[in-house]
Each structure stands twice: as structure tokens, then as C-alpha cells.
């Protein structure tokens, strides 16, 4: 029987050496990126968390609270089933 020409020809060392360098390069330069959008988000994150506090809210407790009704509302897993 033939083989079928579907399957693709293997690649030199030379090229797949090639492939994985430039796949790192790329997902080093988007995990540069990544980090840089993620600073400006904590960035903003923290000026409306210090513009909530001077407008006399405490999101610590807010949170605290939220914890709290979360584990008042949740039912065992027995009684979803």
C-alpha cells in the first residue's frame, strides 16, 4: 500500500531548533506584555480602592461580610444532589 501525503515532512534539527526559539521569543515578549498590562490594572485597582476609603468605605469589612453569606448560603452537596 501507499503512503498517504497527508502527513507532513519532518523537519531538520536545524528547523525545529529555529521553531522553538521563536516560540519562546514570542511568548516571552507576550508575557512582558502581560505583566505590564497587569501592573496598570493593579495600578488603577489601587486608586479607587484609596478614593473608596477616603469617601469612608471599608472594603476589608464588606468583604468579610460577603465571606460570611457566602458560607450561610451554601448547602452540602447532599441536599444539591
Known sequence: MAKKKNEAEPQSKEEQIGFHK???STLAKERQELARI????EQ???MHIG???DL??????QAEE?????????KPIEDIL
Open 22 to 24: 521563536g516560540a519562546l
Open 38 to 41: 497587569l501592573q496598570i490594572v
Open 44 to 46: 488603577l485597582m489601587q
Open 51 to 53: 478614593a473608596l476609603k
Open 56 to 61: 469612608g468605605i471599608d472594603l476589608q469589612k
Open 66 to 74: 460577603m465571606v460570611k453569606d457566602q458560607k450561610k448560603k451554601k
